[in-house]
Structures are given as structure tokens and as C-alpha cells.
């Protein structure tokens, strides 16, 4: 709070201080003020604002309050919010004054007491507390200050201070005590509440009043939380707050936003709504919620049904759905179910336990089994999440017309449906590791998907050709699809797609010819396929960004033979122009990733130094004899990784912009390049380069105390360096060590690597396989050679001849 404190003398500064109810956000305005307001000609302290002003008169009490204790009058009256504006403006127009407005919620209440700094004397500092940011940004404020949760510490501090009357738990409480600091998650409102509620109760009160505040909360902490929701103005963001509460906390937002879309709620302002008002939080991308305030969300929906089951409109309990669907209690108050048994429950749900949900909007029944399928269900329904269905298919009287997202992760479906449905507003199907599913549906069912993920489908053996006509798709999602063959060419015409996954496609041996259509592609994962060459059109696709090809062993779906041949000679997998030179037109092209590819400098006919955004390089695990000159000339190029490239000798030259360099296992390397001309110190990762001998110039990173960006540098099994090298290297590092320096040496009866600096070099996909799984795998090769037909045996020895020659 240095900024409320130290702000310009002269100027007028109104501060917010914002922040969930119970936070402190009064305690932390009341303590700035006893620590200041002597320094000020007069102050007042206005708390509980919305609170008063919602009374009759309310706000000329407050102004009265505020113009009395300023100017130190007594029986100051006003006759209307009018007069009390003009006279605060008159009176404090030439004082250096300091006003707390606490518990603002709208800008009436700011308006009728400091609608603007012009109010005040020079000087003048005023701040205000409210549970809504977007007030702030309206007023303008010129600081705002989030006050944030305590840390674990000063949870179990505060809470014992009320429960136990000392700074820490009583030995036999110690367990419990953190459980409840666990629940209120650094709330310190509540840690208050429930220390004193708490204190000098047993052992045994103290469990169970922990079972029952999980079931029904505290009275004082809902009502504090309670203010915020009844705040809200509108009935859609009411909505998708108690939606968000009792199902969603942890989803993602983007996925959120499309069922609440689906279901008519505007979620875009609505979720920033409940965020400026402190009732949800984004972490990474997912929406979260304190608990405490979950749980009120709960505890309101639970109020509305009078505890009757039936009219609920929203079940999340595990033994409540389960009674409310086994004695069929189903009602059409019900808007929400969600039944999410483990792995190892058997729940058989009969149909008839929805008949009479007729607005029904979101239902997750994952793991459970339908009996008796007939009538007309679901009719509402925007969001279905079955995960682990067991159907081969879905009942043809589920009408979902109205669903937004069918979710059926790990299901037994060999075929969604088995005729045709037209789902208008279908924008996600996820068939995530379907492993049955051996045929998608015709695509023109759904015209506005927008996410398709097929990853897992391991059955699946082509697309329907009319996946070329969903014009809105972003996300094609294939990723393990082991008997994918091919991709139709009408995949070229997918101009939305942003994010096209083939990473395992086994069998997948090229990309559609004419993908110049796809204009939006930014990611192009195809990892571990079996692509002979890209095609020449890649380089028109300006927008794209990411490009991953690693472990592309070009292994033909078409010809076993090829397959076992490349085991034996990999250096035979990929042509010669596997790149075309058109990839150079990639002016977009931030991240390569070619780990082994099997590539040698014939594999780079193309300049990359044309690749001008090109910021991460991954080319370790290929077979150059020399790093290919274009990479010298990257400009922007951060990350260079060479791990494992054995028959690597030499690196010539190095961009100056790099940060990062892995030559890790490159054990055919002797020198590496002048260092000094790179504008940072590297993060160099040499270890088990055990032909190097020195490492030119980089003694003269001794420069490092002048660079901003510190330097780490592995050099483990890295035997054959020079004695005096390494000295040399040694001592300028001690005598210049800094706490984010490190060098890592392993060399026969010497280790330097501090604890602080302890770091591994990055791994490279455990998925493949080191040399002595080689050696197994041809083990293994041969044993199968031995038990196959005369014939086809003296094809694969006549094949070895040939490669063995060469």
C-alpha cells in the first residue's frame, strides 16, 4: 500500500481498493487512515455506504456525516443530495482533506459524495472499497489496489489468534485447524468467524462442525457473499453465476462461454461481470471460485427449492441425483444434473427418470447406463457430457436439436447415430478416445461446428469428404488416430481452421496438396507420422506459426516392408527434399520443430534464414555432419535445440540473438563457435559432448555482471575438455558467481554444481527410444524374420543386401 501513502503532494489522488467481500478490504482502508489522517486539515471515515444509502435519506446522512466531520461541525443539516453536493464542493473546494468512502457500489453514491478530484483541495487524497472494478474504471480512479488473499501462514496465524487466543494451533488441534484453512482459502473474514465460532469447543465439535459447514455454510460468511450476488442486476449473469457454481468451477472459459451462449446468457459480459465484482476468478483459462463462494452459490439454490428435491433447479450432489432419478422426482424446475460416478460404480439410470425434466440444459451422466429408451428426451438440451458411454450408438429418439456441446470422451460408439440428425447448433463434438468409433458422421449434420476432436479414435480409418464443408471449424483434433490413412482433399478447404493436430497418424504418409485455402492455420502438429514429403503449398499459409514434424520417419501405411527396412536403415526414410523451399515463404513462422527427422544438410535445399519471425529452431536427433550456414542468419532466434545429433562436428555461426543452445549428446562435436557476439549470456546445454575440447571465446563471458540476462551452462561427461580450460573456466566463474549464474561440471572426482543451480538439460520425448531399445527392437526383427514364409524372407534378406551395399 506504498502507493497510497507516497503519492504526489500537490495533486488530488481518489485510490480504489477492490476485492470479494471479507477480504479486508475495510480493515486495510481503516488502517491507511489512522496512519495518515493527522496529516491532512480535516477527514472522515464513511463506512457500510451502500448499505446506509439504500435507507431513507440515506445519502444526505452520509453527506451530513461527511461535511461534520471535516470541518469538525456539529448538527450539520442538509435538505436534499443537491444542496449537499454544492456545499461539499464549496467547503472543500481550498482543503487538504482525506475521506474514505467504503463499500461503494454504485455511482450515485460517488457522485452525491466525491464525484470528482476538482472537489478537493490540492493535496486531498480519496479512497473508496468496493467489490465491483468496473466502477473504478468509470470513476477513473488514478490507483487501484486488488487486495489479495492471505497466504497459508497468515491463514493458521489469524485463525489461531481467534480460536486459540496464540500465533499457532494447539497441538491436538494442529490437523484440524489446517482443514479449515484448506476450505477458507486465505478469506480472512472468515478465518475471524470461524476461529471464534470454533473456540473452546472439542475435538469432536470441531469435526463435526467442519462436516456441516462443507453442507450448509456459515450464516455470517453467506450473508457477507450474499450482498454480491443480489447486487446483480440482471437475471442471465445471476444465471450463469449459479451454473458456474454448482458445474463448472475448473472449465475452461472458452468451452463455458459456448453451452452459455447455447443456453441465450450473453456470457461474454456476463463472466466479466462476475469477475469485476470478485465472484469469479480466471486462472490460466479456467474459471475458478473461492470456495466459500461456491459453496453460497449452492446454499442459494437450495434456498429456492424450499430443500425439495423435485423443484431444484440444479442438482450437483452425488446421493441427490441419485435419488431424484431413481425414484424418478424429476420435475421441469430441473435446468441442471450432473452424476459423475468412479470408474468402478455401475449406475443403471431408467429413461424415464427425465421424462419430466422438460427444461433440461445441462446434463452430465458419465459412466451410467440408460435402460428403456422411448419418447421424446432432451429436447432442451445445450450441453451433454456422457463420457464412458457404453451404447455402440445413440438412441434415435434423443432429439438435440438444440445441443451446443456433445462431449463423449472414452465411449463405446462405433457410430454416433445411425441416421441422419441435423443438430443446427452442434459448435463442439468430442469423441476423445472413442476406440470403437470407425466411422464419423456426414459433417453437413452439423453446419457450424467449430471443434472437432477425434484424438484416441484408434478404429478410425478415414473422414466423411464433407468435412470440407464446415466453414466455421477452428480445431481439427486427430492426434492418435493410429489408422488414419488419409485426409480428404476437401480438408484443404477448411479456411477457418486455426489448430490442425495429426501428431501420431501413424499411417498418415502426406497432407492434402491445395492447402493454400486454409488461410487461418497458425499450429501444425504431425509428430510421428509417416509424411514423405509436405507439399509445396505450405508456403503459402502466411498466418502460420507453429510447425511440428519431429519424429516424421516416413513409414508408408502402403508397405510393411518399407516399415521394417527403415528400422534397419532410417537414413533411407526421407527423400531428399522433405522441405520444399517454398517453407521459406512462412513469414509468420515463429516455432520449427524437425527432432528427428533424419534430415542431413541434403535436407535443407531451402535458405531459413528467409524465416524472419522464427524464434525456436528444434532440429536434434539428425544426422549433420555441419550446421546448415542459413541458421546463422535468423534473426530473431532464441532457442536452437541440436540434442543428439551424433554425427555433428562443427557449428560455424550463430545468431546473435540467441538465448538458448542444446547440443546435448552430440558426441561427434569437438568446437563450437565465438560466443561473445551474442547480446545475452547463454543458457548453453553441452553435456555428454565427450569429443569437445574447448568452447572458443567462452571465457569471455566473463562479462556477465553487465548483462541483464544470466547465464547457466552444462557441461556434464564432458571429459576431453582441456585441464586448462576448465580451469580457466572455473575460476572466472567463482571469482565473478552470481545467484542466478550457474555452471555444471562432471569430470572424474570434481562436481561444481551448487544446490540453488541444480537443472537438468530439457529431455526430448520419452517416447522415443534410446540405443539399447534399438538394439532390442532388431532383436526383435529378426526373431520375426526367422518365423515368416522362404518367400517373403528372401525379399526382406535381398532388401537388407541392397541397403547394407549402399
Same mark, same amino acid.
Given at each position: 500500500?506504498?502507493?497510497? &501513502?507516497?503519492?504526489?503532494?500537490?495533486?488530488?489522488?481518489?485510490?480504489?481498493?477492490?476485492?470479494?467481500?471479507?477480504?479486508?478490504?475495510?480493515?486495510?482502508?481503516?488502517?491507511?487512515?489512522?496512519?495518515?489522517?493527522?496529516?491532512?486539515?480535516?477527514?472522515?471515515?464513511?463506512?457500510?455506504?451502500?448499505?446506509?444509502?439504500?435507507?431513507?435519506?440515506?445519502?444526505?446522512?452520509? +453527506?451530513?456525516?461527511?461535511?461534520?466531520?471535516?470541518?469538525?461541525?456539529?448538527?450539520?443539516?442538509?435538505?436534499?443530495?443537491?444542496?449537499?453536493?454544492?456545499?461539499?464542493?464549496?467547503?472543500?473546494?481550498?482543503?487538504?482533506?482525506?475521506?474514505?468512502?467504503?463499500?461503494?457500489?454504485?455511482?450515485? +453514491?460517488?457522485?452525491?459524495?466525491?464525484?470528482?478530484?476538482?472537489?478537493?483541495?490540492?493535496?486531498?487524497?480519496?479512497?473508496?472499497?468496493?467489490?465491483?472494478?468496473?466502477?473504478?474504471?468509470?470513476?477513473?480512479?488514478? /490507483?487501484?489496489?486488488?487486495?489479495?488473499? &492471505?497466504?497459508?501462514?497468515?491463514?493458521?496465524?489469524?485463525?489461531?489468534?481467534?480460536?486459540?487466543?496464540?500465533?499457532?494451533?494447539?497441538?491436538?488441534?494442529?490437523?484440524?485447524?489446517?482443514?479449515?484453512?484448506?476450505?477458507?482459502?486465505?478469506?480472512?473474514?472468515?478465518?475471524?468467524?470461524?476461529?471464534?465460532?470454533?473456540?473452546?469447543?472439542?475435538?469432536?465439535?470441531?469435526?463435526?462442525?467442519?462436516?456441516?459447514?462443507?453442507?450448509?455454510?456459515?450464516?455470517?460468511? +453467506?450473508?457477507?457473499?450474499?450482498?454480491?450476488?443480489?447486487?446483480?442486476?440482471?437475471?442471465?449473469?445471476?444465471?450463469?453465476?449459479?451454473?458456474?457454481?454448482?458445474?463448472?468451477?475448473?472449465?475452461?472459459?472458452?468451452?463455458?462461454?459456448?453451452?452459455?451462449?447455447?443456453?441465450?446468457?450473453?456470457?461474454?459480459?456476463?463472466?466479466?461481470?462476475?469477475?469485476?465484482?470478485?465472484?469469479?476468478?480466471?486462472?490460466?483459462?479456467?474459471?475458478?471460485?473461492?470456495?466459500?463462494?461456491?459453496?453460497?452459490?449452492?446454499?442459494?439454490?437450495?434456498?429456492?427449492?424450499?430443500?425439495?428435491?423435485?423443484?431444484?433447479?440444479?442438482?450437483?450432489?452425488?446421493?441427490?441425483?441419485?435419488?431424484?432419478?431413481?425414484?424418478?422426482?424429476?420435475?421441469?424446475?430441473?435446468?441442471?444434473?450432473?452424476?459423475?460416478?468412479?470408474?468402478?460404480?455401475?449406475?443403471?439410470?431408467?429413461?424415464?427418470?427425465?421424462?419430466?425434466?422438460?427444461?433440461?440444459?445441462?446434463?452430465?451422466?458419465?459412466?451410467?447406463?440408460?435402460?428403456?429408451?422411448?419418447?421424446?428426451?432432451?429436447?432442451?438440451?445445450?450441453?451433454?457430457?456422457?463420457?464412458?458411454?457404453?451404447?455402440?450408438?445413440?438412441?434415435?429418439?434423443?432429439?438435440?436439436?438444440?445441443?451446443?456441446?456433445?462431449?463423449?470422451?472414452?465411449?463405446?460408439?462405433?457410430?454416433?447415430?445411425?441416421?441422419?440428425?441435423?443438430?443446427?447448433?452442434?459448435?463442439?463434438?468430442?469423441?476423445?478416445?472413442?476406440?470403437?468409433?470407425?466411422?464419423?458422421?456426414?459433417?453437413?449434420?452439423?453446419?457450424?461446428?467449430?471443434?472437432?476432436?477425434? /484424438?484416441?479414435?484408434?478404429?478410425?480409418?478415414?473422414?466423411?469428404?464433407?468435412?470440407?464443408?464446415?466453414?466455421?471449424?477452428?480445431?481439427?483434433?486427430?492426434?492418435?488416430?493410429?489408422?488414419?490413412?488419409?485426409?480428404?482433399?476437401?480438408?484443404?478447404?477448411?479456411?477457418?481452421?486455426?489448430?490442425?493436430?495429426?501428431?501420431?497418424?501413424?499411417?498418415?504418409?502426406?497432407?492434402?496438396?491445395? &492447402?493454400?485455402?486454409?488461410?487461418?492455420?497458425?499450429?501444425?502438429?504431425?509428430?510421428?507420422?509417416?509424411?514423405?514429403?509436405?507439399?509445396? #503449398?505450405?508456403?503459402?499459409?502466411?498466418?502460420?506459426?507453429?510447425?511440428?514434424?519431429?519424429?516424421?520417419?516416413?513409414?508408408?501405411?502402403?508397405?510393411?516392408?518399407?516399415?521394417?527396412?527403415?528400422?534397419?536403415?532410417?537414413?533411407?526414410?526421407?527423400?531428399?527434399?522433405?522441405?520444399?523451399?517454398?517453407?521459406?515463404?512462412?513469414?509468420?513462422?515463429?516455432?520449427?520443430?524437425?527432432?528427428?527427422?533424419?534430415?542431413?544438410?541434403?535436407?535443407?535445399?531451402?535458405?531459413?534464414?528467409?524465416?524472419?519471425?522464427?524464434?525456436?529452431?528444434?532440429?536434434?536427433?539428425?544426422?549433420?555432419?555441419?550446421?546448415?550456414?542459413?541458421?546463422?542468419?535468423?534473426?530473431?532466434?532464441?532457442?536452437?535445440?541440436?540434442?543428439?545429433?551424433?554425427?555433428?562436428?562443427?557449428?560455424?555461426?550463430?545468431?546473435?540473438?540467441?538465448?538458448?543452445?542444446?547440443?546435448?549428446?552430440?558426441?561427434?562435436?569437438?568446437?563450437?563457435?565465438?560466443?561473445?557476439?551474442?547480446?545475452?549470456?547463454?543458457?548453453?546445454?553441452?553435456?555428454?559432448?565427450?569429443?569437445?575440447?574447448?568452447?572458443?571465446?567462452?571465457?569471455?563471458?566473463?562479462?556477465?555482471?553487465?548483462?541483464?540476462?544470466?547465464?547457466?551452462?552444462?557441461?556434464?561427461?564432458?571429459?576431453?575438455?582441456?585441464?586448462?580450460?576448465?580451469?580457466?573456466?572455473?575460476?572466472?566463474?567463482?571469482?565473478?558467481?552470481?545467484?542466478?549464474?550457474?555452471?555444471?561440471?562432471?569430470?572424474?572426482?570434481?562436481?561444481?554444481?551448487?544446490?540453488?543451480?541444480?537443472?537438468?538439460?530439457?529431455?526430448?520425448?520419452?517416447?522415443?527410444?534410446?540405443?539399447?531399445?534399438?538394439?532390442?527392437?532388431?532383436?526383435?526383427?529378426?526373431?520375426?524374420?526367422?518365423?515368416?514364409? #522362404?518367400?517373403?524372407?528372401?525379399?526382406? +534378406?535381398?532388401?537388407? &543386401?541392397?541397403?547394407?551395399?549402399?
Amino acid at each position: 500500500m506504498k502507493t497510497l &501513502l507516497n503519492l504526489g503532494k500537490g495533486d488530488v489522488h481518489i485510490v480504489g481498493i477492490y476485492g470479494m467481500g471479507g477480504i479486508g478490504k475495510t480493515t486495510l482502508a481503516k488502517a491507511v487512515y489512522n496512519q495518515i489522517y493527522n496529516g491532512f486539515e480535516g477527514s472522515s471515515c464513511l463506512l457500510n455506504i451502500k448499505e446506509i444509502s439504500e435507507q431513507p435519506n440515506g445519502l444526505v446522512q452520509l +453527506q451530513e456525516q461527511l461535511l461534520s466531520e471535516v470541518l469538525k461541525s456539529k448538527n450539520l443539516k442538509i435538505a436534499n443530495v443537491d444542496k449537499g453536493i454544492n456545499l461539499i464542493k464549496e467547503r472543500f473546494r481550498c482543503k487538504r482533506v482525506l475521506v474514505i468512502l467504503d463499500d461503494v457500489d454504485n455511482l450515485k +453514491q460517488l457522485n452525491s459524495l466525491a464525484g470528482s478530484s476538482e472537489w478537493f483541495g490540492p493535496g486531498s487524497r480519496v479512497i473508496l472499497t468496493t467489490r465491483d472494478e468496473h466502477l473504478l474504471t468509470e470513476l477513473g480512479v488514478h /490507483e487501484k489496489y486488488k487486495v489479495k488473499e &492471505l497466504n497459508r501462514e497468515e491463514s493458521l496465524q489469524l485463525f489461531s489468534w481467534h480460536a486459540f487466543r496464540m500465533a499457532h494451533p494447539k497441538e491436538d488441534y494442529q490437523k484440524l485447524s489446517i482443514s479449515v484453512v484448506n476450505y477458507v482459502r486465505g478469506l480472512p473474514l472468515a478465518l475471524e468467524i470461524l476461529g471464534s465460532y470454533l473456540s473452546g469447543r472439542s475435538t469432536i465439535e470441531w469435526k463435526n462442525a467442519l462436516e456441516k459447514l462443507k453442507k450448509y455454510p456459515h450464516d455470517q460468511i +453467506q450473508k457477507t457473499f450474499r450482498m454480491s450476488f443480489d447486487s446483480l442486476d440482471d437475471d442471465t449473469v445471476k444465471d450463469t453465476f449459479l451454473d458456474i457454481a454448482c458445474f463448472f468451477v475448473g472449465m475452461d472459459k472458452d468451452y463455458a462461454i459456448k453451452i452459455f451462449d447455447g443456453c441465450g446468457f450473453f456470457p461474454e459480459i456476463g463472466i466479466n461481470i462476475l469477475i469485476q465484482r470478485s465472484l469469479v476468478t480466471i486462472i490460466g483459462n479456467g474459471l475458478w471460485m473461492h470456495n466459500l463462494i461456491r459453496d453460497m452459490g449452492r446454499e442459494i439454490v437450495r434456498e429456492r427449492s424450499s430443500n425439495d428435491l423435485r423443484k431444484r433447479s440444479r442438482l450437483w450432489c452425488h446421493e441427490d441425483v441419485l435419488h431424484v432419478v431413481n425414484k424418478q422426482m424429476g420435475s421441469e424446475a430441473v435446468e441442471g444434473l450432473i452424476l459423475n460416478p468412479s470408474k468402478l460404480e455401475d449406475v443403471h439410470i431408467k429413461i424415464e427418470a427425465f421424462a419430466k425434466m422438460k427444461n433440461l440444459r445441462l446434463l452430465q451422466i458419465n459412466g451410467a447406463n440408460l435402460t428403456r429408451c422411448y419418447g421424446h428426451l432432451f429436447e432442451g438440451l445445450r450441453w451433454l457430457c456422457w463420457h464412458r458411454c457404453r451404447l455402440k450408438f445413440l438412441p434415435s429418439n434423443f432429439h438435440l436439436e438444440n445441443l451446443v456441446i456433445l462431449d463423449m470422451q472414452d465411449s463405446n460408439v462405433k457410430q454416433v447415430w445411425k441416421e441422419i440428425k441435423i443438430l443446427n447448433r452442434l459448435k463442439v463434438l468430442n469423441l476423445k478416445n472413442s476406440k470403437f468409433l470407425t466411422k464419423t458422421p456426414n459433417f453437413l449434420q452439423f453446419p457450424i461446428l467449430e471443434i472437432l476432436i477425434l /484424438e484416441g479414435c484408434t478404429s478410425l480409418v478415414e473422414l466423411h469428404e464433407s468435412i470440407g464443408n464446415l466453414e466455421r471449424l477452428v480445431l481439427l483434433n486427430l492426434a492418435g488416430c493410429h489408422n488414419l490413412r488419409n485426409l480428404p482433399g476437401s480438408t484443404s478447404n477448411l479456411k477457418s481452421l486455426q489448430i490442425l493436430n495429426l501428431s501420431g497418424c501413424l499411417k498418415l504418409d502426406k497432407l492434402p496438396e491445395q &492447402l493454400e485455402n486454409m488461410i487461418a492455420l497458425t499450429k501444425l502438429h504431425a509428430d510421428r507420422t509417416a509424411i514423405m514429403q509436405l507439399p509445396a #503449398s505450405i508456403g503459402l499459409l502466411k498466418n502460420l506459426e507453429t510447425v511440428s514434424l519431429s519424429g516424421c520417419e516416413g513409414q508408408s501405411s502402403k508397405s510393411w516392408l518399407s516399415r521394417f527396412s527403415s528400422w534397419i536403415s532410417p537414413k533411407s526414410s526421407i527423400p531428399t527434399h522433405f522441405l520444399p523451399a517454398s517453407i521459406s515463404g512462412l513469414c509468420s513462422l515463429r516455432r520449427l520443430d524437425l527432432y528427428d527427422c533424419n534430415l542431413s544438410e541434403d535436407g535443407f535445399p531451402i535458405d531459413l534464414g528467409c524465416l524472419s519471425s522464427l524464434e525456436e529452431l528444434d532440429i536434434g536427433r539428425n544426422n549433420f555432419l555441419n550446421l546448415p550456414h542459413c541458421i546463422g542468419r535468423l534473426p530473431k532466434l532464441t532457442t536452437l535445440m541440436l540434442s543428439e545429433c551424433a554425427s555433428l562436428q562443427s557449428i560455424l555461426e550463430l545468431p546473435a540473438s540467441l538465448w538458448i543452445l542444446d547440443a546435448s549428446g552430440c558426441t561427434s562435436i569437438e568446437t563450437l563457435p565465438n560466443l561473445s557476439n551474442l547480446k545475452s549470456s547463454p543458457h548453453l546445454y553441452l553435456a555428454k559432448c565427450q569429443k569437445s575440447v574447448e568452447i572458443q571465446k567462452l571465457v569471455e563471458i566473463q562479462k556477465l555482471e553487465s548483462l541483464e540476462i544470466t547465464a547457466i551452462i552444462h557441461l556434464e561427461y564432458c571429459n576431453n575438455l582441456a585441464f586448462n580450460f576448465r580451469r580457466s573456466l572455473l575460476s572466472q566463474f567463482l571469482s565473478k558467481r552470481d545467484k542466478d549464474q550457474g555452471i555444471f561440471l562432471q569430470v572424474p572426482n570434481l562436481r561444481l554444481c551448487p544446490e540453488r543451480h541444480k537443472r537438468k538439460a530439457p529431455r526430448h520425448r520419452q517416447n522415443y527410444l534410446d540405443e539399447r531399445h534399438r538394439d532390442i527392437k532388431l532383436f526383435v526383427l529378426v526373431i520375426f524374420l526367422l518365423l515368416v514364409t #522362404s518367400v517373403v524372407l528372401k525379399s526382406v +534378406q535381398q532388401q537388407f &543386401l541392397t541397403l547394407l551395399m549402399r
